[in-house]
Structures are given as structure tokens and as C-alpha cells.
């Protein structure tokens, strides 16, 4: 993505971000718990966001979409985009849990570690959007009102999904 920011940008800004609205205090066994599943979730979103740069276009696919085949092209890009939150942000959670679960962790506790990623995984995918939605449609050359909106659907939808997964967590 050359100059544009990365995953990586978005999830130190994230956590530099948690930490600064007072993310709780750990002992030492905790704090070195908490980087084992930070380092494990950081690596399972590399290998996301590898998988997402390979994808060359995520536009809709299934035939019962027909309604949605008359989108824009950018629009249908950020359809795409939704699905594959759709499926990824639940999957991140799904091996929080894991890890939690792995390393005999309760879940709230570290629970800023997965809002990191996660929104970090979020901002990822709208950069996506508005960086490659773009080569979808060649007759527009940025971001105009009608793709600020449907980038603010796609944003409010993917926060939607982080929240509902986040709610889910347990103690």
C-alpha cells in the first residue's frame, strides 16, 4: 500500500489509545500472559491481512445478490469488505477465546487486548476501502459524498459486528 498506513499503524495507535484510557494494572503473570495472546492475535492478523492483499477483488459473487449486482463497483467493493469482516472479526474473537482459554485466562480481564485488534482490524478494512475501492470504479478518481456514506455504512456495520462479538465475551 506504499506510503498508506498498515495494519500495524492502526493496532499501535489502537493500543497506545487503550492505554492511555487506563487499561487495567497486571501482575507480572498476567502482563505475561496478556503478551502471549497479544503476540498470538497479532500474528493470526497478519496472516488475515496477508490472505485480504491476495484477494484481487471481493466484489459479490452469489447469484441470489442480484439487487446488489447493480451497485457501483465501489459500493459492491465495500459489500465485499462487510462479508469478509463478517467472517473475520468473529474469527479473531472465536481464537481470543482460544487463547483464554489455553492459557487458563480469564476473558474480561484482557479484554482490551481483542478491542484492539479488532478495531485495529476494522480501520484496516476501511483504509482498504477507500485506497483499493477506488480501482473498482474508473469513473471516479476519490472519495466523493456518495462513497463517504457507504463508507460510513461500512464502518458503522463492522463496529456493529466488533460490539456484538465484544458483548459476548465471558468473565
Known sequence: MGEQATIVDFLSASLRGLEASGRPLLSPRQQDVANDIAAALDREL????????AVASCQQEDEEDA???ELPPFAAFCVGLKRIGGTLIPHLFEEFNALCAKHGAPVRPFGWIIRARADAFVAYLLQVAQVHGLAFDDSIERVGKNEQIVLAHLGADLRMLMQRELDKLDG
Do not use: N, Q, Y
Not at 46 to 53: A, D
Open 46 to 53: 497478519e496472516t488475515m491481512v496477508s490472505g485480504l492483499e
Open 67 to 69: 439487487a446488489e449486482e
